[in-house]
């Protein structure tokens, strides 16, 4: 069993008029959201998929079809929840994560904080082995014309016996 394992994930939402903008868990004030199955939380989905990545276990639709009925509107903690559950049952537990949000507006520095402690209470880490990057997409693809979100997401797990 390999000591240390990486994972990758990304994610993409369209932006939405009427939808609710959530980033981590936390709702973020905004004209406007991100359009999804689920509660669309693109952060907390890049981070899920980084952490199946690092177990080799597919990826977040595989576990959580978004044409299951059980997974409409959810909330998206528990999608990481279980992936981290997996993660432990397998004798892994994380040992940092990183972060990038690329989304053209609202602003989203002062957010950084909460939910910086949003993703660590679902991880059950310590707030500094969560990082929260923001970027803008420089007004240029879809991104940078408002359309729509990105989130990337790097894991790394140890093992733990
Ligand atoms: O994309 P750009 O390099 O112009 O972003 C500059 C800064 O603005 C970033 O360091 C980031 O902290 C912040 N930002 C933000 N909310 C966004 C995009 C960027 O707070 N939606
Ligand atoms: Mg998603």
Redesign the pocket.
Known sequence: MSALRCGLGWDSHRIAAGRPLILGGIHIPSDFGLEGHSDADILLHAITDAVLGALALGDIGMHFPDTDPRWKGAGSAQFLQHALQLAADRGYSVVNVDTT????????????QQIREAVAATMALSIDLVSV??????KVGPVGEGRSAEAQAIVLLQATR
């Open positions: 949000v690329i989304l053209e507006k609202p602003k989203l520095k002062d957010y950084r990057k923001f970027k803008t997409a420089e």
